[in-house]
Each structure stands twice: as C-alpha cells, then as structure tokens.
C-alpha cells in the first residue's frame, strides 16, 4: 500500500517536480495524492501552461467557465483549487468509483450516469490509462507499464513541453 502523505515512484519527474504541492493539496481537499498525480500526468504531465485544444488549461486542464472572474487559470494553486474541486465532485457523483471519477473529470461529470457505450472516444481512453496507472500508484508499484504505453502514445510531447517549462533537464 502506498504512503498516504507522498506520490508514487511510477509518475514521470514532471509530475514529482509537484510531488510537495500534490501533497498539500490532497490534504486540502481530502483526495488520494496518488489520485491527483494520475489526472495531473495525463492531463497536464505537469505543465502549469499546458492548453488543449478544446481550451482546457494548466495543470489539471480546467475548462474557462469553472474559473471565477478574474481567476489566473495559468496559477498552479487556482487551477488546483478549480480542478480538484471537479474532481472531487465527480468521486462523490461516482460513488467512490474512481474508473466513473475519472471519466467524469473528464467528459463531464453527467457521463457517470450514462452507459460506457454512450461515451467520448476521449473518455474511453482517459479511463484505459487513467484507472490503471492509479491502481499501480496505490499498489505501491515501482513502475506502470500503462503509464509507458501512455507515455509512448501519447505523452511524451507533453512531457518534453512540461520539462522545458519546468526547467527540468534531461
């Protein structure tokens, strides 16, 4: 079983650059810092300006209409604070369901009610890497092999941007 206060070994050092900060936010809002690191290394892989297509921003990719008027969606702690908010409320749509949770963060918290067939082609993969590379992080793991068959599909160009942003040298 994984240490409740710290961030498992699996994540890519992008995401442990944030390991402290996952941990005090997880105190914060009551969620599994192993959880919240999962979301930030799909979502973000730790880049604090990360912007995806459909205008999701920073960290934990928050969609502009859940930050307040005059919010910095780019600050670590406000994307955080918007972000696990979300993801709080869906763990809680979801019964606890942490497969459900995560397709809610990240079709919508309304998908959680709808059969899987209904879902994104998006939604389906978020939770194909996202439920596994948690259950590995909470297994006490040393390394995921989801987490590397995301990285090498689709995560390495996240994480060359997040390591250049972060200062993080190869």
């Given at each position: 079983?994984?240490?409740?206060?710290?961030?498992?070994?699996i994540f890519t050092r992008e995401v442990q650059h944030w390991a402290d900060d996952i941990t005090r936010?997880?105190?914060?809002?009551?969620?599994?810092?192993?959880?919240?690191?999962?979301?930030?290394?799909?979502?973000?892989?730790?880049?604090?300006?990360?912007?995806?297509?459909?205008?999701?921003?920073?960290?934990?990719?928050?969609?502009?209409?859940?930050?307040?008027?005059?919010?910095?969606?780019?600050?670590?702690?406000?994307?955080?604070l918007r972000g696990l908010n979300y993801l709080s409320n869906s763990l809680v749509t979801a019964h606890?369901?942490?497969?459900?949770?995560?397709?809610?963060?990240?079709?919508?918290?309304?998908?959680?009610?709808?059969?899987?067939?209904?879902?994104?082609?998006?939604?389906?993969?978020?939770?194909?890497?996202?439920?596994?590379?948690?259950?590995?992080?909470?297994?006490?793991?040393?390394?995921?092999?989801?987490?590397?068959?995301?990285y090498q599909r689709y995560g390495a160009g996240l994480c060359r941007q997040a390591s250049k942003r972060?200062?993080?040298?190869?």
């Amino acid at each position: 079983q994984s240490n409740p206060s710290s961030i498992s070994p699996i994540f890519t050092r992008e995401v442990q650059h944030w390991a402290d900060d996952i941990t005090r936010w997880a105190a914060a809002s009551s969620l599994d810092p192993n959880l919240i690191a999962t979301v930030m290394q799909i979502e973000s892989c730790g880049d604090p300006r990360a912007v995806s297509s459909a205008g999701a921003k920073g960290l934990f990719q928050v969609m502009p209409f859940h930050f307040q008027f005059g919010e910095n969606p780019y600050s670590p702690e406000t994307n955080a604070l918007r972000g696990l908010n979300y993801l709080s409320n869906s763990l809680v749509t979801a019964h606890g369901n942490v497969r459900l949770a995560l397709a809610g963060y990240n079709g919508g918290i309304g998908v959680i009610a709808r059969g899987e067939w209904t879902w994104a082609a998006e939604t389906i993969r978020y939770v194909y890497y996202g439920a596994p590379i948690y259950e590995d992080a909470r297994a006490g793991l040393t390394s995921s092999s989801k987490l590397d068959e995301w990285y090498q599909r689709y995560g390495a160009g996240l994480c060359r941007q997040a390591s250049k942003r972060l200062g993080i040298t190869p």
